[in-house]
């Protein structure tokens, strides 16, 4: 796990492995927000007042933020859309992905050099994306405020970790469990024509489902290639 002392022992060569923030945030909402929901709506708008928070309170410069859910969720692309609502000069998202083969000491780099930048920016928004793979951070120097969001999907680990305290509050995305919810997602991608939704609409009412947006988006896409007459059979099995 990192912590201080690596930060100290990091090293001075690495190059920052990431691109400008308006690309980043791009790939990470790529498929939109599909406002499937009540439970998609409150994650907003929750972040929403964070960011307001941050942005008119003098007495919490600091304001972080866990953004937890079961895998595939939506976790980092509602993140990155509370992060591009918020509108801050300095948005930023720090990602183990981003780091893939950086051994602990650059990890440590990377971390910091982004944190060093968003502390010259007067207001600033970091996403900690999978937080418990990554980690630690100071209090920002005097007159600048900084949002961090942290997103995982691993909470116990976290709580195990005791580091469930270090955030000030904590949003939870849901997973689809409703038919209509499910249906709300169907009928948004303009994959299926009205026959199709309704017969699905039929098998699903009522009952409930347990799945993931990315993974649904994913099956969506698949039933997108395949013929009229075997879709809707394949992407209700799924
Ligand atoms: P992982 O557990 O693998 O980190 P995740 O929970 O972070 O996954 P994302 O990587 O954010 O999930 O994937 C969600 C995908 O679904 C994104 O491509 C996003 O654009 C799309 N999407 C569509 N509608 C929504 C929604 N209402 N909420 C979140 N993501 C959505
Ligand atoms: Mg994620």
């Not at 980092?76 to 801050?88: G, V």
Request: aromatic share 6%; glycine share 6%; with cysteine.
């Amino acid at each position: 796990r990192i912590c201080q002392s690596d930060f100290i022992h990091a090293l001075d060569d690495v190059k920052p492995a990431f691109g400008s923030s308006k690309e980043e945030f791009e790939k990470y909402v790529a498929n939109g927000i599909i406002n499937w929901g009540a439970p998609v709506m409150r994650v907003l708008e929750d972040g929403d007042l964070l960011v307001s928070q941050v942005k008119s309170s003098h007495k919490t410069p600091l304001v972080t933020v866990l953004v937890e859910g079961p895998p595939g969720s939506g976790k980092t692309a509602l993140a990155a859309k509370i992060a591009q609502n918020s509108d801050f000069p300095f948005v930023k998202v720090c990602s183990p992905e981003n780091m893939i083969g950086f051994h602990e000491a650059a990890k440590c780099q990377a971390i910091k050099k982004i944190f060093d930048d968003a502390y010259k920016s007067p207001l600033s928004c970091i996403i900690v994306d999978d937080i418990e793979r990554l980690l630690d951070y100071k209090s920002p120097p005097s007159g600048r405020k900084l949002l961090v969001i942290g997103t995982t999907s691993r909470k116990d680990v976290l709580q195990e970790m005791e580091m469930l305290s270090v955030f000030s509050t904590i949003i939870h995305v849901s997973n689809i469990s409703l038919g209509e919810h499910l249906m709300s997602v169907l009928e948004s991608l303009e994959v299926f024509g009205d026959k199709e939704l309704n017969t699905l609409a039929k098998k699903t009412s009522g009952k409930r489902l347990w799945m993931g947006v990315k993974k649904l988006l994913v099956m969506v896409e698949m039933a997108r290639q395949m013929e009229d007459s075997h879709r809707i059979l394949n992407s209700y099995a799924c």
